[in-house]
């Protein structure tokens, strides 16, 4: 497979009705969606894996992505709970497996060296991190024998991101957007109404448009229904001119909309 991510992925979040999260997946890949977002958190791998087993594409055309539990950081977990995710979802290995947050059971010396040897074994195509800062990278990419693949984070207009940004951009890593849509917050916003009224868009298509114009930065919009799922992935196709980037680029209004128990960076 290509080391290329597509351009727009699929969240999964939120989607636990296991006859819904199947669906929607299988749906999404029916769409062209080839790349799909879960985390041991969701509690959702093995519709996940359901939805990807009855959609009508080959398994090696899907780069499939889970993430290890904060809890489950420490080595012998890593691999214990790492098994237990590939048997629910029903696959041998994915493309992508994520330290999920650098927290309570993370300790870079202990855990990474266990990424590293599921990616040795081949039961781990890539090795990525989520909510690492700039100083979390270095370290991980030191320890590292595995290049780090992807840095997943929260970004959207109200949240753009520009040092992870320019680090992904440096360090040829990929930035992935999670709530890209602000989980729905930052749709209100004016300008991002203003310009989707110009392009006869959606704010929705015009928030993930801005994030694919930024070099290396790959969306995953959750979205349960066909239309969320059309209208989103539609969104690779609207091309902003720049005075469409510079007026979202100019909105100083913040909003995080993950805040995690514990998050000592303010990542
Ligand atoms: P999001 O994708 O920004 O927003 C999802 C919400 O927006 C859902 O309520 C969805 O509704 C709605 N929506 C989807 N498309 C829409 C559209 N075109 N118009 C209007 N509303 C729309 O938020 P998210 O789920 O937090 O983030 C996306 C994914 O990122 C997650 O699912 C997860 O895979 C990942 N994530 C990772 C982390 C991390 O710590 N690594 C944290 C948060 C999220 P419907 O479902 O009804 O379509």
């Not at 992925?9 to 006859?19: A, C, K, M, R």
């Not at 990474?112 to 270095?138: I, K, M, Q, R, W």
């Not at 991101?161 to 602000?182: C, I, K, M, N």
């Not at 109404?193 to 995953?220: C, F, G, K, M």
Request: charged residues 30%.
């Amino acid at each position: 497979m290509s080391d290329d991510l597509p351009a727009i992925g699929l969240g999964t979040s939120g989607n636990t009705d296991p006859e819904q999260c199947a669906a929607s997946v299988e749906a999404a890949l029916e769409i062209g969606y080839r790349h799909v977002d879960t985390a041991q958190m969701y509690d959702n791998e093995r519709a996940v894996g359901r939805g990807i087993a009855s959609a009508p594409v080959d398994r090696e055309d899907v780069r499939l992505a889970t993430k290890i539990h904060p809890t489950n950081l420490a080595p012998e977990d890593v691999r214990r709970t790492f098994g237990e995710s590939l048997d629910r979802l029903g696959v041998e290995s994915v493309e992508m497996l994520y330290v999920h947050w650098p927290t309570k059971a993370y300790d870079p010396e202990k855990t990474l060296p266990v990424f590293d040897e599921l990616h040795a074994e081949g039961a781990v195509e890539h090795v990525c991190v989520s909510n690492f800062t700039p100083a979390l990278l270095d370290e991980a990419r030191e320890i590292l024998d595995a290049p780090v693949f992807a840095n997943q984070i929260e970004m959207h207009p109200l949240l753009p991101q520009t040092e992870l940004v320019e680090y992904a951009r440096r360090h040829d890593l990929y930035l992935v957007a999670y709530s890209p849509l602000g989980r729905g917050e930052v749709l209100d916003h004016p300008v991002l109404n203003e310009v989707a009224d110009e392009y006869d868009a959606t704010p929705a298509q015009v928030s993930l448009a801005w994030l694919l114009d930024h070099d290396r930065v790959v969306p995953i919009p959750k979205a349960t229904g066909r239309d969320h799922l059309r209208e989103n992935f539609a969104a690779r196709e609207l091309a902003l001119d720049d005075s469409a980037i510079d007026r979202i680029d100019a909105i100083d209004d913040r909003e995080r909309v993950i805040v995690p128990d514990e998050n000592p960076w303010g990542i």
